[in-house]
């Protein structure tokens, strides 16, 4: 399976931008996803994870009311809505897949989920 996310960018505190990963799983709706994040200098950390049907969502608290995962498994692709961006959410964001596990025990480490994406640059300015 394969990762593509797109949408990252430089964007002023405040702003907002939208995140994609388009997935090549034959059926998508096997795999639960997720984005993760890792700013420079720092470990990798978990944003949001969605379920398969997506009617189950969690969140990071730094991001909670800001941001919103969602999914549209007719198109096989997850998005992060992020609102309200500050300085600090600046990161490569990284879409992740697993089939076996559940939403909410996907980890940051690369062991911890089936498929990674390639990771998309976002970059707040203050």
């Known amino acids: 399976v394969q990762l593509q996310a797109s949408g990252g960018g430089l964007v002023q505190a405040g702003g907002c931008l939208r995140l994609s990963c388009a997935s090549s799983a034959r059926i998508f709706s096997n795999y639960v996803m997720g984005w993760f994040r890792q700013a420079p200098g720092k470990e990798r950390e978990f944003v949001a994870t969605?379920?398969?049907?997506?009617?189950?969502?969690l969140y990071t608290d730094s991001v909670k009311g800001r941001f919103t995962i969602s999914r549209d498994n007719a198109k096989n692709t997850v998005y992060l809505q992020m609102n309200a961006l500050k300085p600090e959410d600046t990161a490569h964001y990284y879409c992740v897949a697993s089939r076996s596990k559940t939403h909410d025990a996907l980890g940051p480490n690369l062991g911890d989920n089936d498929y990674w994406g390639q990771g998309t640059l976002v970059t707040v300015s203050s």
């Open positions: 969605i379920s398969r049907t997506g009617d189950s969502t």
